[in-house]
C-alpha cells in the first residue's frame, strides 16, 4: 500500500500540502507537486479545511495514464480479465469491491487481450474524503514522486 505521505509547505502566506519531502524541493515547490491547501490555522484536514489543486490531480491521473500499464497489479489483472475494463481503485475505500463510491475510483484501462490500453479517468474521483488521501497502487505512487522530482529538479 502506498498511501500519500503529506508535507506542509508555506508558499507566500498559504499553506499547502505536498507528496515531496523539502529535501527533494531544491527551489520553488512546483504547482504540479502541490495536493492542494490547508485553509486558515486549520491543523487537521476537512472537506472545510482542504481546497484540492486540480492541476496535482491532472498530473496524478497522466501518471496514471504513462505508468499504470507497467504496473505489475494491473499487469496481472489485465491477463485475468483478457477484455473489457479495468477499474483503478483508490485503495484507501474501506467499501467491498462491489459497493466502491465513485469518489475512490480513479479511472479505468480499456483490456484488450490482456493488455492495458487506453485510460478514462474519473471527474468523481476525490483528492480527499473522510477515508484520507489517495492510496495509490505501489508502482504508480513511486512513477508519482518520480515525476514530482523531475519537476521540483527542474525548477
Known amino acids: 500500500m502506498a498511501e500519500l505521505e503529506l508535507h506542509v509547505f508555506t508558499v507566500g502566506n498559504r499553506r499547502v500540502l505536498s507528496?515531496?519531502?523539502?529535501?527533494?524541493?531544491?527551489?520553488?515547490?512546483?504547482?504540479?507537486?502541490?495536493?492542494?491547501?490547508?485553509?486558515?490555522?486549520?491543523?487537521?484536514?476537512?472537506?472545510?479545511?482542504?481546497?484540492?489543486?486540480?492541476?496535482?490531480?491532472?498530473l496524478l491521473h497522466w501518471v496514471v495514464l504513462k505508468h499504470g500499464p507497467g504496473s505489475p497489479a494491473l499487469q496481472a489483472a489485465a491477463l485475468r480479465a483478457r477484455t473489457g475494463h479495468l477499474v483503478v481503485i483508490d485503495r484507501r475505500t474501506r467499501a467491498a469491491p462491489e459497493q466502491v463510491p465513485p469518489q475512490d475510483v480513479l479511472g479505468s484501462f480499456v483490456v484488450e487481450d490482456g493488455i492495458l490500453t487506453g485510460y478514462a479517468l474519473n471527474p468523481e474521483h476525490q483528492l480527499w474524503t473522510p477515508d484520507g488521501f489517495p492510496d495509490l497502487d505501489d508502482h504508480v505512487h513511486a512513477r508519482l514522486l518520480m515525476e514530482l522530482r523531475g519537476l521540483a529538479a527542474a525548477g
Do not use: K, Y
Open 19 to 58: 507528496v515531496l519531502p523539502p529535501q527533494d524541493v531544491p527551489g520553488r515547490l512546483p504547482p504540479e507537486a502541490v495536493v492542494g491547501e490547508l485553509l486558515g490555522d486549520a491543523e487537521d484536514v476537512s472537506a472545510d479545511t482542504f481546497v484540492p489543486n486540480q492541476t496535482f490531480h491532472a
